[in-house]
């Protein structure tokens, strides 16, 4: 499968902002999704997961409250709302797709494809 995010732009602080990763391939409803950040300097890390069916999801603390992920299985694509962005969440994010289907761990091994990123810029 392969990904394509995008959404991402210069946003100021509480701002919102909605990412979509769009997915090729008749089998998008059998992957579990994830989103990670990468900040400059920084290790890549877990933001948000849903599973195939959009039953189990999880966020990382600092997005609860403020992140939505969902997904649209018709329309092959991923979702991540983000409302009352902060500066801290300058980085670029990235959708990733888990052949697990009900994965939705923090682990970016377990997610198998990687699209290539979409920048998100929260100005002070």
């Known amino acids: 499968v392969q990904l394509q995010a995008s959404g991402g732009g210069l946003v100021q602080a509480g701002g919102s902002l909605r990412l979509s990763c769009a997915a090729s391939?008749?089998?998008?409803?059998?992957?579990?999704m994830g989103w990670f950040r990468q900040a400059p300097g920084k290790e890549r890390e877990f933001v948000a997961a849903?599973?195939?069916?959009?039953?189990?999801?999880n966020y990382a603390d600092s997005v609860k409250g403020r992140f939505t992920i969902s997904r649209d299985n018709p329309k092959n694509t991923a979702y991540l709302q983000m409302d009352s962005l902060k500066p801290e969440d300058t980085a670029r994010y990235y959708c990733?797709?888990?052949?697990?289907?009900?994965?939705?761990?923090?682990?970016?091994?377990?997610?198998?494809?990687w699209g290539q990123g979409t920048q998100v810029t929260v100005s002070s």
């Open positions: 391939g008749r089998t998008f409803s059998s992957y579990a």
């Open positions: 849903i599973s195939w069916s959009a039953g189990n999801l």
């Open positions: 990733g797709a888990s052949r697990v289907s009900a994965y939705v761990g923090t682990l970016a091994p377990y997610y198998d494809y």
